[in-house]
C-alpha cells in the first residue's frame, strides 16, 4: 500500500516548455486534489476532482490544466511554464483526511 | 470556501519550553483538522476537531476547538527538536469537496 505517489520528484523547465505531473493513489478514494506551495503562502488548490470524470477549478488554476485519468490518477499539466510556476507540488487524496503524496520541486528558469 | 487566519507565522521556541498556536475564523466552523509538515516534507494528518469545546491529546500535543466553533489551538508543551515543521489548520465545508488551509505556523526549536 504506497498511499499517494508523484512523479518525478525533481524538475528543471526553461519558459515556455511544457510538462505533465503524474499523481496516482491505492486507496480508492473518490477525491483528488492538486496544490502548490510556496514560501509563506500555505498550499493553495490548483484543482480538484471530486469524483472519476468530474474536475473543478481551485483557488490558482490559471496556467495549468488536468486530467482525472481514472479513479487512481490524477495528473497535472503546465502547457507553458513561466518562472511563477516554480514551487512544490503537492497531489492529495481524500477520505475523512486528506493524504499527500511527496511532492513535486519544480524550477523553471 | 471558510477562510482561516493562523497566528503566529513563525514561532521560534526553546527547547522544553511550550508553546502554543492558533487558527481563527470569522465564521462557525463545522470541523477543523490539523496536519503537520516536516521540513521537506509533506503535510501530514494530526487530528479532526468536530464538537464545540471539545479537547484532545496526542502525546504533548493538545488540540481545541472554541466553545463558538470559530477558533482552535495547538498547544505542544516540553517542546523537542522533532516539533520542527509547520503546523497547518485546515477547514472543510460541508458538502463542499474542498479543505481551505491556514498559512501556517512554522516553529523552530533552540536547543
Known amino acids: 500500500n504506497a498511499g499517494v505517489t508523484q512523479t518525478p520528484k525533481f524538475q528543471v523547465l526553461k519558459t515556455g516548455q511544457s510538462m505533465t505531473l503524474q499523481c496516482a493513489q491505492d486507496m480508492n478514494h473518490n477525491s483528488m486534489y492538486w496544490y502548490r506551495q510556496d514560501p509563506g503562502m500555505g498550499l493553495r488548490l490548483i484543482y480538484y476532482s471530486a469524483s472519476e470524470g468530474t474536475t473543478d477549478k481551485g483557488e490558482v488554476p490559471n496556467g495549468y490544466n488536468v486530467s482525472r485519468l481514472n479513479k487512481r490518477e490524477f495528473s497535472l499539466r503546465l502547457e507553458s511554464a513561466a518562472p511563477s510556476q516554480t514551487s512544490v507540488y503537492f497531489c492529495?487524496?481524500?477520505?475523512?483526511?486528506?493524504?499527500f503524496g511527496p511532492g513535486t520541486r519544480l524550477t523553471v528558469l | 470556501g471558510q477562510q482561516v487566519m493562523q497566528i503566529p507565522q513563525y514561532q521560534h521556541v526553546q527547547e522544553g519550553e511550550d508553546f502554543t498556536t492558533y487558527c481563527n475564523s470569522s465564521t462557525t466552523l463545522s470541523n477543523i483538522q490539523w496536519y503537520k509538515q516536516r521540513p521537506g516534507g509533506h503535510p501530514v494528518f494530526l487530528i479532526q476537531l468536530v464538537k464545540s469545546g471539545e479537547v484532545k491529546k496526542q502525546k504533548r500535543l493538545t488540540f481545541q476547538f472554541g466553545e463558538a466553533k470559530k477558533n482552535s489551538s495547538l498547544h505542544i508543551t516540553a517542546t523537542q527538536t522533532t516539533d520542527v515543521g509547520t503546523y497547518f489548520c485546515?477547514?472543510?465545508?460541508?458538502?463542499?469537496?474542498?479543505?481551505?488551509f491556514g498559512a501556517g505556523t512554522t516553529v523552530t526549536v533552540r536547543a
Open positions: 485546515a477547514v472543510h465545508t460541508p458538502n463542499d469537496y474542498k479543505l481551505s
Open positions: 492529495a487524496s481524500w477520505a475523512a483526511e486528506q493524504f
